[in-house]
C-alpha cells in the first residue's frame, strides 16, 4: 500500500496508479442487502430463479450503484495519509458501468490519482477509479471520484 504523511503529499502523486486492492467477491447476499438498503429490488438482482431462465448467463447481477459504493472501501486499500484527520467523499464527476457484475464474480479496485487541489484545511482529490471484474478484459466500472482530505 502506498503512504505518504500528510493530505498535501498527494500532490506528488499526480498522475500515478496508487495501487490495485485486494479481490472481493460479490455474493447474493451483498447484492441483497443492497438492494435492502436501497429500495432497488428489480428481479435482474434479486431474483435467482427468474435469472436462471431470464438473463444471459442465467445470473442475477450486482446494483452499478452498489458496484460504485466499493470504490470508498476498497480505495482504503490503494493507499493511506497518515496525518489526516479525516477524509469525506466529495462526490463524481463521471461514472460509467461499463459491464455487469454477475453473481459470485471477483472485483477489486485500480486508482489512480488525477489532480490535488487545496482547499481550507487540506486537499481536494480527484481518483480514476476501474473496478475490474477477475476474468474479464472489460472494467465493471469507470468513474472518476472527488475525495476530502483534512490536516
Sequence with gaps: MLTVERPADMKALIGQELGVSE???V???TINKFAEATGDHQWIHVDVERAKK???DGKTIAHGFLTLSLVAGL???T???LKRSRGINYGSNKVRFTSPVPVD?????RQKLLKVEDIDGGVRLFY????EIEGSSRPALVAETIA????
Design 23 to 25: 479481490w472481493v467477491t
Design 27 to 29: 455474493d447474493q447476499a
Design 54 to 56: 431470464e438473463m444471459p
Design 75 to 77: 480505495g482504503g486499500q
Design 79 to 81: 493507499h493511506d495519509i
Design 105 to 109: 464474480s471477483r472485483v477489486r479496485l
Design 128 to 131: 480514476e477509479n476501474q473496478i
Design 148 to 151: 476530502l482530505a483534512y490536516d
